[in-house]
């Protein structure tokens, strides 16, 4: 039983073998709150498994991430989309010889924040906040406060500004002023989340008849693959070939930064179907008959908890913002309970 004890130790200890551009748990810059460390699992496994086991996260498998509502079982969800992020990121972060349990607490915390009905929701609560509204910024809000009844989180450092740096926004694919985490694990996982959204929302899209095989770019096809399987092995395997230096395998030159990122061709070509995907499914789904119902549902909600903040529960009220308790009481909302409660209040019509 001692024995067991000290396996956090020995963990930290294997973590010597990794990267010397990797994150080291021991060399943590802490909490906000001090916490005694835990016998058995590291710094960053504990904030993993906090993420895991919160209510935000539970909530993410009833909340959109491109088709609102769908018909079929097997479209994305905020939690699937989460998910496949998180594997492609462990599986970069291994292979580049980085910490993997940062790795994947940051994956799995990325979009705590993201609202219902996908980005039609932070596009409508943008509108409507007066102090603007971005997922990742309200990922970091839920993690520092909103969970545990107002406790939040209390994760470490590392992890939180892996979760609030993770956002793109519409930027050119790894463009200069794409912003940078300060973790090499934290901007696997920004690259991890482009990896998985541009080619798990062709494979909807195409599910859902919205395109087909012959819409997609041809050129950006023969540098990918043409299978859904084959784009994400070939850019996965990209960023790992270009990224190498980080592995701490090969000598740099002193002084020489070392990132992640993917090769001209590669990016250009992911760059391409991004761009595809924005004109011919984002855009369209944009202004669709689901999402002009979302974005009323969003607002009524929003017009009616602005005069009635008595009813927001009381775990979701910090300071002295009204606007700020509807907007974290809408953003947390699922699409399911969104719906539900504008019908229960009448604000819907059938």
């Known amino acids: 039983m001692s024995e067991a004890l000290h396996i956090r130790e020995l963990i930290e200890e294997k973590e010597e073998g990794l990267s010397s551009y990797a994150c080291k ?14 016998s058995i699992r590291t710094e960053f496994q504990r904030d993993r498994d906090r993420i895991i086991h919160c209510k935000s996260f539970r909530r993410l498998k009833h909340k959109t991430q491109v088709f609102i509502a769908p018909s079929g079982d097997h479209y994305r969800t905020r939690l699937t989309h989460t998910l496949e992020v998180s594997q ?16 994947e607490a940051i994956s799995l915390g990325h979009d705590l ?7 039609i929701g932070e596009e409508v609560l943008n509108e409507l906040s007066a102090h603007g509204f971005r997922h990742n910024e309200q990922s970091l809000r839920v993690v520092e406060l909103l969970e545990n009844d107002g406790k939040g989180l209390n994760l470490t450092w590392e992890v939180r500004d ?21 973790t090499l694990e934290g901007e696997i996982v920004k690259i991890a989340d482009l990896v998985a959204y541009i080619n798990h929302d062709i494979d909807d899209s ?25 784009r994400i092995d070939t850019m996965v395997t990209d960023i790992i070939v270009h990224s190498w230096k980080a592995s701490g395998r090969v000598n740099v030159k002193p002084g020489e930064a070392i990132s992640i990122g993917m090769s001209k061709k590669v990016r250009d070509a992911a760059g391409i179907m991004r761009d595809f995907l924005f004109e ?16 009323k549902i969003l607002r009524m909600l929003f017009a009616y908890f602005a005069l009635h903040t008595y009813e927001i529960p009381s775990n979701i009220i910090h300071g002295k ?13 699922t699409d399911q309970f969104a719906e539900r409660i504008a019908r229960n209040l009448s604000l819907l019509d059938g």
């Open 113 to 119: 924040g993201h609202t219902p009905f996908g980005h």
């Open 321 to 333: 913002d009204k606007n700020r308790w509807v907007i974290d009481y809408i953003a947390g909302m």
């Open 25 to 38: 748990s021991r060399l943590t810059k802490g909490r906000v709150r001090y916490e005694d460390p835990h």
């Open 88 to 103: 492609i990121a462990r599986t970069l972060a291994r292979a580049l010889n980085l910490n993997e349990d940062l790795t």
């Open 280 to 295: 011919k499914v984002y855009n369209v789904q944009a202004v669709g008959e689901e999402s002009v119902k979302a974005r």
């Open 206 to 230: 195409l599910r859902a008849g919205v395109i087909t095989e012959k819409d997609l770019p041809a050129d950006a096809i023969a540098i990918l693959g043409k299978t859904h399987s084959r």
């Open 162 to 182: 892996g979760i609030l740096h993770h956002s793109k926004s519409t930027l050119k694919i790894l463009a200069d002023n794409w912003g940078k985490g300060s």
